[in-house]
């Protein structure tokens, strides 16, 4: 196992161009666009890198041809071309206008093998993302914005930054889908499903099953490790180490079939707790984003266009996790994970119409699946990318993401306090690198 806190990538020069709005194509629907529920406990910002080779379309006029077919994309998803805005009812919801996405035309003077493996977190590769930061409200982030940077060898490297509130990971694919295909000339079968009311709460609200997973808002108090600088690593888990976890979590006998992602959370869970030095007798949690598209009854139409999460909670001891076999935490992933059914999603929508609590963040880990799904299938004319990593960080938020297109390996990317992450380094390898 190896971990990488950005050190080794060489020195990158990024120039970039004034940015311009590239609107719809033609015109669209104006006015107040609803947000569902799922929608509004997501209000953070993610940004994501694809790395192409750049075969195929000539590098000279990609960028105009990327914002003619993103022109016609947006006639589609015209909620991304709007900004958002706070409801009467205290909700947010886009005001969609057509003003349009930013776009940035950017050029560096390396190559992507001088880049290195941008699977591996680096406040560097945030050049290649054009990015709104110190803003005083989710509200001012934009929803979408795109970055095109070419690199002296040919490669390209698309940025987009994009507001959860508007769209999961699933619904990105979406979008990034339909504009490769769009750019190579290919037709559209399935149009986006935009009509998010499919998640509007029931009347009455149902509140039958407990949310751990929510809080009230509240002023946070102000911990010594708040002081501290944010450190970011990743950590790669080749399938030879995957398989020794998951014979470690079926030792006891309790766990069926772990998957790598439920080793992955619960050691990643385990080691937390440990770099933080959580008193046993604390209730800690770990939250887990699921996508529910297929859970739901009826399932969601193909190609909705929305954020369809539950949020899993774990919750235990502290002293528990710490001192239990290894099993005890990969059994309560599990067990977690298997109670996000249809009720449970319908419950979590009437929940926060209800009491509009937000996700809890004290004494929590978060951690969403990126690895299970293929962004390695967008193509816009370049072939398929080579690698596609978050080129930042939520904090307290972790995700596993593929370390390339058709490789076993798993990168486990998130952010500490530097006193926390140093001792959750050094616990990780060492727990890891163990025979």
Excluded at 356 to 383: H, M
Aim: charged residues 20%.
């Amino acid at each position: 196992m190896e971990a990488f806190n950005g050190t080794a990538v060489v020195n990158m020069t990024v120039k970039k161009l004034e940015p311009v709005l590239v609107h719809p194509a033609a015109e669209t629907f104006k006015g107040l666009y609803f947000l569902s529920n799922i929608d509004q406990t997501f209000p953070y910002p993610i940004e994501i890198m694809f790395s192409y080779e750049g075969n195929g379309m000539g590098n000279e006029n990609a960028a105009d041809v990327m914002k003619e077919s993103l022109a016609k994309n947006l006639v589609k998803f015209y909620p991304l071309a709007g900004s958002l805005t706070l409801g009467l009812d205290g909700k947010m919801h886009v005001q969609c206008t057509g003003e349009g996405v930013l776009f940035v035309e950017a050029t560096s003077d390396c190559t992507l093998e001088e880049l290195g493996d941008i699977s591996y977190i680096d406040s560097k590769f945030r050049e290649l993302i054009h990015y709104v930061d110190g803003v005083d409200s989710i509200l001012n982030v934009p929803i979408l914005t795109v970055q095109m940077t070419r690199f002296r060898c040919g490669g390209i490297v698309l940025g987009i930054a994009m507001n959860h509130i508007l769209m999961d990971g699933e619904a990105l694919l979406y979008f990034l889908k339909s504009w490769g295909k769009i750019t190579r000339g290919i037709h559209l079968s399935v149009e986006p499903y935009l009509d998010r009311s499919i998640l509007s709460p029931r009347q009455p609200p149902i509140l039958d099953i407990p949310h751990p997973e929510f809080v009230k808002l509240k002023t946070k108090t102000s911990t010594p490790s708040d002081q501290e600088s944010r450190v970011y690593q990743s950590f790669c888990f080749k399938p030879q180490k995957l398989q020794q976890l998951k014979q470690l979590a079926k030792e006891k006998g309790s766990v069926t079939n772990p998957t790598s992602f439920e080793v992955i959370s619960a050691l990643m869970w385990i080691m937390r707790t440990k770099a933080f030095k959580t008193e046993p007798h604390v209730t800690i949690k770990l939250l887990t984003a699921v996508d529910v598209r297929t859970k739901i009854k009826p399932p969601m139409p193909e190609c909705y266009f929305g954020n369809c999460l539950a949020v899993s909670c774990a919750v235990c001891k502290a002293g528990d996790l710490i001192e239990k076999p290894f099993s005890f935490a990969v059994k309560i992933v599990q067990e977690a994970l298997k109670k996000v059914t249809d009720d449970y999603i319908k419950s979590t929508i009437d929940y926060y119409e209800v009491t509009r609590d937000v996700l809890q963040a004290e004494n929590t880990a978060w951690i969403s699946k990126w690895s299970r799904l293929p962004f390695y299938e967008i193509d816009f004319g370049w072939g398929e990318p080579v690698q596609v990593a978050p080129a930042s960080m939520v904090w307290n938020f972790a995700v596993t993401i593929s370390q390339r297109r058709e490789s076993g390996n798993i990168i486990l990317t998130l952010g500490f306090p530097e006193s926390v992450m140093e001792r959750f380094r050094q616990m990780m390898l060492l727990e890891l690198e163990q025979k």
